[in-house]
């Protein structure tokens, strides 16, 4: 199973990034796949995650501004984050959970600066 993160960058304050997290294999293999970010000197925290069926949620710091979508064909989840903000910057990191297997890619930046 490998998950490959990719988009991040730099951003201004008000800007937008689309990551993007591509399986090797079927996403249905994966009951849920989720965003979580890392900033320095901070724990990992969830930022979105998406199940099967569709259904999502999302920390309340990124509600209405991000948003967690998936393309089955494509094998690939994505987060849109719009009205980024300086407190967004951190390393974003994919992760999926397959029964009771966890699976994570590497991270990708997002620093939000003017």
């Known amino acids: 199973v490998q998950l490959q993160a990719s988009g991040g960058g730099l951003a201004q304050p008000g800007g937008s990034l689309r990551l993007s997290c591509a399986a090797s294999g079927s996403i249905f293999s994966y009951n849920v796949m989720g965003w979580y970010r890392q900033a320095p000197g901070k724990q990992r925290e969830l930022v979105a995650f998406?199940?099967?069926?569709?259904?999502?949620n999302y920390a309340d710091s990124v509600k209405g501004r991000f948003t967690i979508s998936r393309d089955n064909a494509k094998n690939t989840v994505y987060l849109q984050m719009n009205s980024l903000k300086p407190e967004d910057t951190a390393v974003y990191y994919c992760?999926?959970?397959?029964?009771?297997?966890?699976?994570w890619g590497q991270g990708t930046q997002v620093t939000v600066s003017s």
């Open positions: 992760g999926a959970r397959a029964g009771a297997n966890d699976y």
């Open positions: 998406i199940l099967t069926g569709g259904g999502t």
